[in-house]
């Protein structure tokens, strides 16, 4: 039992580090586009790029 706690705290750790990971990336984001006059559309693109980039990152660190 206590295999499968540690098992699960692991995961759960792993993907709490993602959240994080993503939330920073798109944060940096958004304040650098914050003064950057672009369309609606570019921005949104530009940070759906951030997350992507983000758990990238984290998949690189994580399992490589």
Known sequence: MDALKSTLDG???Q???LV???ALCMAV??????????????K???MSLA???????WFQ???L
């Open 11 to 13: 995961i759960a750790l």
């Open 15 to 17: 993907l709490i580090s």
């Open 20 to 22: 994080v990971m993503i």
């Open 29 to 42: 984001t958004a304040l650098v586009l914050k003064y950057i006059p672009l369309n609606k559309e570019i």
């Open 44 to 46: 949104n693109f530009l």
């Open 51 to 57: 997350g992507l980039g983000a758990t990238y990152v």
């Open 61 to 63: 660190v994580t399992f």
